[in-house]
């Protein structure tokens, strides 16, 4: 084996024995002999991938060849990492074999990923499809000339899989998510709204969320920050919160759920007997926001508290410019 440039090839080399015989006179019998070494040009050789993948497996399984057996894969780099052969890993497995359609350029290196190691990028393109892909730069050396020579291959393949479902339901003054997971959405992140839902920040938010494994269920009040106010008219206040997978590394929503809900809107107006009146404005999904600056009919009564979801009024029913019907 040989190597020009980074290209792996052969070069062919024989001694050249001549044997001169000749009789004189003078001396008799006469011999000579010369040996010239006859080297051929470099004669580059096209390396040979073989893709064997069987998605179904889920196992990268590929050959490269076709070498003498004086080459040998000293190094493998997958994405980003690199790799010398000799250590174990149960992030690939490589070994050495012959290609039985050869008589001299034989030896091939086989290499097995799983689909679900780290150095294997995977992404869901859509309708139930992921997408697989492994980057691998074979380093090789040939002995003893320590000759160095690298090939590079980009893998894909894609693997049908199962979408995580959902089911939603609504009592009094919560609302409930129960997700029923797929084969790949633990690869996924989760968002309520724009809140990543971790167990801490569900905590945190005073929601309750249980997971086993198979199922996540996610239960928040109605009047939560993650909810959306739809509309409120004669039916009530119209709720919905959504429930989304994003992508682990460019946050690209791949799969959304939403619960959707009405509940009674009798709280968000409040009559004490002692004639205090609390009235509570909601940011519908329509608008930006909540004008802070408020006011009622007086409009020296201001909110008593103030966000970018709600305002809230506290007042005496003889204040603020309250009429009697």
């Known amino acids: 084996s040989h190597v020009v440039d980074g290209q792996y090839g052969i070069k062919y080399s024989i001694n050249l024995f001549l044997e001169h015989l000749w009789k004189d006179e003078a001396w008799g019998l006469n011999k000579i002999n010369v040996i010239h070494p006859v080297t051929t040009p470099f004669i580059p050789q096209p390396l040979v991938l073989i893709d064997d993948t069987i998605p179904e497996q889920w196992l990268f399984n590929v050959s490269l060849g076709n070498?003498?057996?004086?080459?040998?894969?000293?190094?493998?780099?997958?994405?980003?990492?690199?790799?010398?052969?000799?250590?174990?890993?149960?992030?690939?497995?490589?070994?050495?074999g012959t290609n039985p359609n050869e008589t001299t350029l034989n030896r091939i290196f086989i290499l097995e990923v799983?689909?679900?190691?780290?150095?294997?990028?995977?992404?869901?393109?859509?309708?139930?499809v992921e997408q697989y892909t492994l980057d691998v730069i074979y380093t090789m050396t040939v002995v003893p000339e320590n000759l160095?020579?690298?090939?590079?291959?980009?893998?894909?393949?894609?693997?049908?899989?199962?979408?995580?479902?959902?089911?939603?339901?609504?009592?009094?003054?919560?609302?409930?998510?129960?997700?029923?997971?797929?084969?790949?959405?633990?690869?996924?992140?989760?968002?309520?709204?724009?809140?990543?839902?971790?167990?801490?920040?569900?905590?945190?938010?005073?929601?309750?969320?249980?997971?086993?494994?198979?199922?996540?269920?996610?239960?928040?009040?109605?009047?939560?920050?993650?909810?959306v106010h739809e509309a409120i008219n004669e039916q009530g206040l119209h709720n919905r919160f959504e429930f989304k997978f994003r992508d682990n590394e460019t946050l690209e929503v791949l799969v959304n759920f939403s619960v959707s809900c009405s509940f009674s809107i009798s709280?968000?107006?409040?009559?004490?007997?002692?004639?205090?009146i609390v009235i509570t404005v909601l940011k519908l999904e329509a608008l930006l926001g909540v004008d802070g600056k408020m006011m009622l009919k007086d409009k020296t009564c201001r909110p008593k508290e103030r966000s970018a979801f709600k305002v809230t009024f506290d007042f005496s029913a003889n204040t603020c410019g309250t009429s009697r019907r």
Not at 267 to 276: A, E, K, M, V, Y
Request: hydrophobic residues 35%; charged residues 20%.
């Open 267 to 276: 709280d968000l107006i409040t009559c004490f007997p002692s004639g205090r």
């Open 148 to 227: 160095t020579f690298t090939h590079p291959a980009h893998l894909i393949h894609q693997h049908t899989i199962v979408l995580p479902v959902a089911d939603g339901f609504c009592d009094e003054e919560n609302m409930t998510l129960m997700v029923t997971h797929g084969t790949s959405d633990r690869y996924w992140i989760p968002f309520i709204g724009n809140m990543q839902l971790t167990p801490d920040s569900a905590a945190q938010r005073g929601y309750h969320l249980t997971e086993n494994g198979t199922h996540s269920v996610i239960t928040i009040p109605r009047d939560a920050a993650e909810v």
């Open 67 to 96: 070498f003498l057996p004086d080459v040998e894969l000293t190094k493998l780099t997958l994405g980003t990492q690199s790799f010398p052969v000799d250590e174990e890993t149960l992030i690939f497995n490589v070994y050495t």
């Open 114 to 128: 799983p689909m679900e190691s780290p150095v294997v990028d995977r992404k869901y393109i859509g309708d139930g």
